[in-house]
Every structure is written in structure tokens, then in C-alpha cells.
């Protein structure tokens, strides 16, 4: 089975500083996909990016970009010139690309963060 | 108007009572999930539904049982609940157009006393 592990309950950054929030995982497939979703205090679910495994190039989505190390099995999330709204718990997920896998997400803990204006 | 919903959003009840927790999606997904959130320990797979037909259990499905009513709705049921059932419950649907990228609702905060 799967496994995905953040192993920061907490982190912090100053206002329109950077922060990079580190997850890895475990698996023997090589075909998958790798998310973060951020959680604001509203509870919603809000995918922030997405990596797909076959993909040697880090996705980027504005402020948001990830450093995708397939052999190191590792998944971080880059946050750039960090803004309050960015303030939110973040969670690293992993799906397996098989057509079986049913679109399952397996998630981290969670990593909360907080951002110092 | 939300393309997934569930009632209610916060509920409390007793143990042994039995609660329902309603799903219901306009984004016309087969797929259907339902989730459990705890504190560091992140989202957790209840059951998943590939379509009216076909209903699995997830990793943690003990203590739980689901309804696939229809495409649209997907309804997840403590028989009898406990303390440990206190959690936030996501249901969740997925596009297997868009790489199986899911779509999550708004979340039930539920507390068993």
C-alpha cells in the first residue's frame, strides 16, 4: 500500500517571504499522480497543483511550484512571495494511475501554515 | 450553486444513535467517495463508488455503511455512532476526463458525545 508522510505539523513565513512545505512518499508504481490541496478555515478542499509521475518537469502554477524528485520519492511544495490568504492547513496526496486505483487519494497529516504579516 | 453538496453541515449526537450523512453532485461524475478527516492523520477513505453498481470499502470502513441512491447521490450511515467517530466527512467525486482530479464538498462536521 501507499504511504504518504508530511513530516511538518507546523510551519510558519513571513509575509511575501518563500516557504517550501516537504512531503514523500512510498510506493512501487511508476505510473501516478502527486497533489497538493490546501484546507482553508473554511473547510473546503482546494487542489493547488498537480504533478503527474511520467513528467520530469516540476509543475508551476502562479506563486505555487512543486520539486518533484521521482527517485528520492519526494514531493515539496514551494510557496513564493507568500501572501495572509496563503494561511491554511496543506495536504500532499497521492493516486495511483492504474485503472483500477479508482482514483483513490491517499493523503498525508497535513501541514498547517501560517503566514506573519 | 455548488457542484457538490452534503447535509447537514455540522451535526452532534449521541452515541448509539444512528445519523446519515447525505452526498449529492450536479458535476454528473460516476465516481464517489467518502472521506474521514482527523487531526494528524489527514483525509482517510471511508468507501468509494465507481457507480450505482459497484461500492467499495476503503481503508477505514468499519463502523460505516453507504447508499449509491443514484448517479447523484451517495450517502454514508453511522448504525450506530461512537466518540470516535467524532471527524470532519468529506464526500468527493472525480472526473476520469481530468485525471481523476477530484472534486470535494463543503465537509460535515459531526460530534458524537
Known amino acids: 500500500a501507499q504511504t504518504v508522510t508530511q513530516s511538518q505539523p507546523e510551519m510558519s513565513v513571513q509575509e511575501a517571504e518563500t516557504v517550501t512545505l516537504s512531503c514523500t512518499y512510498d510506493t512501487s508504481e511508476s505510473d501516478y499522480y502527486l497533489f497538493w490541496y490546501k484546507q482553508p478555515p473554511s473547510r473546503q478542499m482546494i487542489l493547488v497543483i498537480r504533478?503527474?509521475?511520467?513528467?520530469?518537469q516540476n509543475a508551476t502554477e502562479n506563486r505555487f511550484s512543486v520539486n518533484f524528485q521521482k527517485a528520492a520519492k519526494s514531493f515539496s511544495l514551494k510557496i513564493s512571495d507568500s501572501q495572509l490568504g496563503d494561511a491554511a492547513m496543506y495536504f500532499c496526496a497521492y493516486r495511483s494511475g492504474g485503472g483500477t486505483s479508482y482514483g483513490k487519494l491517499t493523503f498525508g497529516q497535513g501541514t498547517i501554515l501560517t503566514v506573519h504579516p | 450553486d455548488a457542484d457538490v453538496t452534503q447535509t447537514p453541515r455540522n451535526r452532534i449526537t449521541k452515541t448509539g444513535k444512528r445519523i446519515m450523512l447525505e452526498c449529492s453532485q450536479t458535476?454528473?461524475?460516476?465516481?464517489m467517495y467518502w472521506y474521514r478527516q482527523d487531526p494528524g492523520l489527514g483525509l482517510r477513505l471511508i468507501y468509494y463508488?465507481?457507480?450505482?453498481?459497484?461500492?467499495n470499502k476503503g481503508e477505514i470502513s468499519d463502523g460505516y455503511s453507504v447508499s449509491r441512491q443514484a448517479q447523484a447521490k451517495f450517502s454514508l450511515s453511522l448504525e450506530s455512532a461512537i466518540p470516535n467517530q467524532t471527524a470532519l466527512y468529506f464526500c468527493a467525486t472525480s472526473d476520469p476526463d481530468r485525471h481523476n482530479e477530484q472534486f470535494f464538498g463543503p465537509g460535515t462536521r459531526l460530534t458524537v458525545l
Open positions: 463508488s465507481f457507480d450505482v453498481k459497484d461500492i
Open positions: 458535476k454528473g461524475h460516476d465516481r
Open positions: 504533478q503527474e509521475a511520467y513528467k520530469q
